[in-house]
């Protein structure tokens, strides 16, 4: 069975309705899933991991949540991370989507096998969005 780790952080809410989604695909999938907002999160748990996926609205001036999530990212090392199937994902507003891109080449450079160019919605997921959550939350099963 996969050992799928979710880990992100949500401020109002709309990254972690995608979050729900990885981990019912994920479940659904057949994994074992382990579901943290990254304050609970750590590098031990990234690196007894399967498969990953990582949630992070755009913060600042197109960077990730500053207080937790980057600071958590930024420990992550090949080690924990290289080889292994990782999922973006985070909402939203006014860009373009410029923090996921930066976040999909940053993991790429620690070898991770990054799943697509990362899932992103404008402010709350929709179903399009939510039914791609889904699916890459049965990918990372399998
Ligand atoms: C302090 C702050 C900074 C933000 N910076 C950006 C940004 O640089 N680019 C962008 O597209 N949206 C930005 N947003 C909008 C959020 O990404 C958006 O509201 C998102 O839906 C929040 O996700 P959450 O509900 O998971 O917290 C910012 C929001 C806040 C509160």
């Not at 990885?22 to 399967?50: H, P, Q």
């Amino acid at each position: 069975m996969k050992k799928v780790l979710i880990v992100y952080w949500s401020g109002s809410g709309n990254t972690e309705t995608m979050a729900k989604q990885i981990a019912k695909g994920a479940e659904d999938g057949g994994a074992e899933v382990t579901f943290k907002v990254v304050g609970e999160a750590s590098r031990e748990l990234v690196e007894a991991a399967d498969a990953l996926a990582f949630g992070s609205p755009a913060m600042g001036d197109e960077v990730l949540e500053e207080s937790e999530m980057e600071p958590f990212i930024a420990k992550l090392s090949k080690k924990e991370i290289g080889g292994k199937a990782l999922g973006l994902f985070g909402s939203y507003d006014w860009g373009d989507g410029q923090w996921m891109r930066d976040w999909v080449d940053r993991m790429k450079k620690l070898d991770a096998d990054v799943v697509g160019e990362g899932i992103i919605a404008q402010l709350e997921p929709d179903k399009t969005v939510c039914d791609k959550c889904y699916e890459l939350g049965k990918q990372l099963a399998k």
